[in-house]
């Protein structure tokens, strides 16, 4: 078993930042793909990011490509995502992700076994 705990959400303006972070316990991420996702009120829950085991292979959504960098450190059993210049349509509650799987399959939610509880991002204009 896994256990997520995503921290770092809040209220920001139009164009700040944010740093997610998600604390794993229970077992070490260094043997699992990570990801985020994110669900807005109405909306299905579609995928961010993506960062293999190994962190040598990474995947974003095309809505967040340039302005978001998820990143892993193994040590510390923690993974990241640093948004920049966010906007209103990236409020939503984020949730981590652990998978055994690799690959493209990464962006998909069924890959992932363990979810954290989310963190609510909400954006102003």
């Known amino acids: 078993q896994v256990q997520l705990v995503e921290s770092g959400g809040g209220l920001v303006q139009t164009g700040d930042s944010l740093r997610l972070s998600c604390a794993a316990s229970g077992r070490t991420i260094s043997r699992y793909s990570m990801g985020w996702f994110r669900q807005a009120p109405g909306k299905e829950r579609e995928f961010v990011a993506a960062?293999?085991?190994?962190?040598?292979?990474?995947y974003y959504a095309d809505s967040v490509k340039g302005r978001c960098t998820i990143s892993k450190d193994n040590a510390k059993n923690t993974v990241y995502l640093q948004m920049n210049n966010l906007k209103p349509e990236d409020t939503a509650v984020y949730y981590c992700?652990?998978?055994?799987?690799?690959?493209?399959?990464?962006?998909?939610?069924?890959?992932?076994?363990?979810w954290g509880q989310g963190t609510q991002v909400t954006v102003s204009s």
């Open positions: 960062i293999s085991w190994s962190g040598d292979s990474i």
């Open positions: 992700a652990a998978s055994l799987s690799y690959g493209y399959q990464t962006q998909l939610a069924s890959a992932y076994a363990y």
